[in-house]
Structures are given as C-alpha cells and as structure tokens.
C-alpha cells in the first residue's frame, strides 16, 4: 500500500490532477506552486465559468479539520456565485463526512 503522506505538496498537485484529468476526461491546467491565489488547477472550457480545484493535503488531519479550515480559510475566497452554485455538493459532501469520521 503506498503511504500518501510522504508526497510533497507539488507531487500531490501533480497526483491529484493526473486523478481529475482521467475521472473526469479532460485536459486541467496546473499553476506553480504558491502565489496562486486558492487555484492549483483550472478547467476553462466555459469562457467565464471555469472550474478551480484547490488541492489540500491534510495527510493525518481529520475530516472535521479539513472542514473547518475549508469554511475558515477558504470559502471566504470564493465568489459567492460560486458557492451559491455547489451549495448543494458542498453541504452533501459535509454530511457524508462527518457520517465517515
């Protein structure tokens, strides 16, 4: 079994984006790391309705932890369109993980 938490946080970009790239069958894009303003990866094929991945390697935290720091850190980043929009994924998300940790 491998052992995630080893990963550096640009190798899990990378991973994370070789995941999405073939779940989803699309091609993302990928920032250097730091100054990238909460996107590590994008997916623009909507002109003006891109899709942004930030990617978190909370190896060893819990859900509960992550959650947090997502509604803390991270929300207040996000256009509210946005949430607005993924309202719905994101608190379904939030209930299945909690039910999980």
Aim: aromatic content about 12%.
């Amino acid at each position: 079994m491998y052992d995630f938490k080893v990963l550096s946080p640009a190798d899990f970009e990378d991973l994370t984006r070789d995941l999405l790239q073939q779940w989803w069958k699309v091609k993302l894009e990928s920032f250097k790391t730091g100054g990238d303003q909460g996107v590590d990866l994008r997916y623009a094929a909507v002109p003006g309705q891109p899709v942004i991945v930030q990617c978190k390697h909370y190896a060893g935290s819990s859900v509960a932890k992550l959650i947090r720091d997502i509604r803390t850190n991270e929300l207040p980043k996000t256009p509210i369109a946005f949430f607005h929009h993924m309202r719905k994924q994101y608190e379904e998300f939030c209930k299945q993980s909690a039910q999980n940790s």
